[in-house]
């Protein structure tokens, strides 16, 4: 079941995803929702107008999750474009990626369209074949988060 306007859509949509980290690792979502239904990523969504990119990441992450985030910077932008067999563009969306922190003592809820959120031990990524994207900007974040550990 798709939802209205973002299949087959006239221009990309914007959507936000936080890489969250804590002691406990990177918080994943189980996605409910085409495209990627079933897979594992990153907490996000489409931005709203008149929200701010981090006011959307915050928000989306409280939505499907139930935790509670500080952003601390961006991370990348990333195009994700699923064509279907005739080769006709089914999904645009121009993700904007973010790096997060949250307390490790917050235990994720699946809300939302969502099927399931958990923290995942930073040795556990790959495991679970996440899109190539999703584990590029996850190790992007990790990095972020581990320099910001540092100073």
Known sequence: MSRPGREYPPRPIVGVGAVVLSERGVLLIRRGKPPRIGGWSLPGGAQK???????????????????EIEVLQLIDVVDSITKDDQGVVQYHYT??????????SQEPVA???VMG???????HIEALKLWSETERIIKEGHAIWQATRAN
């Open 49 to 67: 107008v008149g929200e701010t990119v981090y006011e959307a990441a915050h928000r989306e992450v409280l939505e499907e999750t139930n935790v």
């Open 95 to 104: 993700l904007v990626d973010v790096a997060a922190v949250a307390d490790s």
């Open 111 to 113: 809300g939302g369209d």
């Open 117 to 123: 959120a958990e923290w995942v031990a930073f040795e």
